[in-house]
């Protein structure tokens, strides 16, 4: 019997999607993805054929579409290229007896995120966000892992496995040890070994004199070097000082220099234009040596040298140099990244002194988004990238966003105005009738906390004159924990029959006073 998955901070976020579908179990097919607005077959490439969730659940609820006999098992999200999550199945994993193999266990606690029981109660699926390593998604037919990021739904249960996080974690480490050990092919793994040989080692990065017959010598005899060292390369779009440690790195490791003459050529670039301090940061040395090391692996022309580099060049660096990369990047001028709200925070990317509204946390890892909006508020159209470089620039370029704290202290004001007024309109119970309210959705006080069902008190705010019609409850319960309530589910018997209620209390500091009145 179908479920309404439990409230989890996954749920919330992946419920602002309309990236939902109903299922069924046909014998032949096994779990066969329905579109719930027609009851047709749904595609995970065809977006047409999703739904929100709502919808989704109350189709499985209601069966008012469904053009089978057979009725809809439940509910399942699709992923897409476009958003940055990434589906981990764990297969027949679970005895009769409830009994849990260990390696499942290893991979729950090594990815760290959301994990839920799948349908039949004999597996996991876990979501986290990053990017698959490579295109494969299971070893085999029989493999007991499966791991999607793309045109592939899961069944979506909302049965929380207690004792891991009820919200998607970022695990890009942990993604690519469970790709490598349980899903990787062999191809896989012998591309992998291959970068992992370019790497670094940092007890080969001593201060060593430049090497200065090898410099003369491509200095003299290499005109693309000795252009790079005099920037005045034409056919480069990036004319930042790390593009051009990269292009001079990238072929003066091709010539055969060590890595220890390597840190001596960036430190010797970065002197001649004045900084010299970047070049002594290990942490930025090792990733241009190493990022030229992988373009010499790989056998990439000279000119396709720019486009493997990098964002990871500037991490840690300055907001300037960030938004410098940024905005050379996507062929515009970027000043600031500005952030408003809290767990439903939305961003915008000052251009040119202009605020562009981008969206929430998934849109700004959403690079079509991103441009879309960009176009709509600027009428600039910004240069195409990779899903993966935009989401390598993003995981940077966080830490130079800027919080209004004006904003939030404004929005924090506004939602307990609107919280007061609330209940103000309302029956507030206390003392022994508490439990009235509990058992009728209305406020009531209790412990010193007051509490408010929240499925009424967005009613009344949707409906009320000037509402916000387009105020979810997610988005409501967003605003509560802003202002510091929390969620507690309250079980009682009515007529003899269990039953229970979310309810959402607030801070014990909350000095609400009201009077009983009649709703």
Not at 48 to 72: L, Q, R
Not at 83 to 110: F, M, N, R
Not at 208 to 235: I, M, Q, Y
């Amino acid at each position: 019997m179908f479920e309404i998955p439990q409230e989890t901070e996954a749920l919330t976020e992946l419920g602002e999607l309309r990236q939902w579908v109903c299922w069924k179990m046909l014998k032949e097919k096994n779990k066969v993805p329905f579109n719930a607005m027609t009851g047709k077959p749904a595609s995970s490439t065809r977006q047409d054929s999703w739904t929100d969730f709502n919808t989704a659940v109350n189709e499985v609820i209601g069966m008012k579409n469904c053009n089978s006999s057979e009725p809809y098992t439940g509910i399942g999200f699709v992923f897409t290229a476009s958003d940055p999550y990434v589906g981990v199945d764990l297969d027949k994993c679970i005895s009769t007896s409830g009994h849990i193999e260990q390696w499942a266990l290893d991979i729950i606690k090594d990815l760290d995120s959301y994990t839920e029981l799948s349908p039949s109660g004999k597996g996991f699926h876990i979501f986290v966000r990053g990017d698959k390593p490579h295109s494969g998604c299971k070893t085999n037919k029989f493999s007991k892992v499966e791991i999607y990021s793309k045109e592939r739904y899961f069944t979506f249960t909302g049965n929380h496995w207690e004792g891991t996080p009820e919200c998607i974690n970022a695990r890009q480490d942990a993604l690519d040890r469970t790709y490598y050990k349980h899903v990787a092919s062999k191809e896989d793994v012998k591309a992998e070994r291959v970068q992992t040989a370019s790497a670094v080692d940092v007890s080969l990065l001593p201060a060593v004199p430049l090497p200065a017959l090898k410099f003369g010598a491509l200095l003299t005899n290499d005109r693309k070097f000795a252009k790079s060292w005099n920037h005045e390369r034409t056919d480069m779009s990036d004319q930042s000082n790390s593009g051009y440690d990269l292009s001079l790195l990238t072929i003066a490791c091709k010539a055969g220099w060590t890595d220890q003459e390597l840190h001596a050529l960036l430190i010797a670039h970065r002197s001649e234009q004045g900084d010299p301090d970047k070049a002594h940061r290990e942490d930025y040395a090792l990733r241009q040596i190493s990022l030229a090391k992988n373009a010499k692996n790989k056998d990439l022309k000279d000119t396709e040298v720019e486009k493997y580099q990098d964002i990871e060049a500037v991490r840690g660096g300055e907001p300037r140099e960030v938004l410098a990369v940024l905005s050379e990047t996507l062929g515009i001028s970027i000043e600031r990244i500005i952030k408003r709200g809290k767990e439903d925070a939305v961003y915008y990317f000052v251009i040119d002194g202009e605020e562009a509204l981008i969206g929430n946390s998934i849109d700004i890892f959403n690079f079509v988004t991103v441009k879309r909006r960009i176009l709509d508020f600027t009428l600039l159209v910004v240069r195409d990238i990779s899903r993966k470089r935009w989401d390598n620039m993003m995981n940077i370029a966080v830490s130079i966003i800027e919080d209004d704290p004006e904003y939030m202290l404004t929005r924090k004001i506004e939602i307990m105005e609107s919280v007061v007024e609330y209940l103000q309109r309302r029956t507030l119970f206390s003392g022994d009738e508490w439990k009235v309210g509990l058992e009728s959705d209305e406020p009531f006080r209790k412990d010193d906390r007051v509490w408010l069902h929240c499925n009424r008190m967005l009613m009344y705010m949707s409906n009320m004159p000037g509402g916000d019609k387009s105020l979810t409850k997610a988005k409501l319960q967003t605003k509560l924990r802003e202002i510091g309530f929390t969620r507690k589910v309250f079980c009682f018997e009515r007529k003899g029959i269990p039953t229970s209620r979310s309810y959402w209390g607030s801070p014990s500091s909350f000095d609400y006073k009201c009077e009983s009145s009649k709703p």
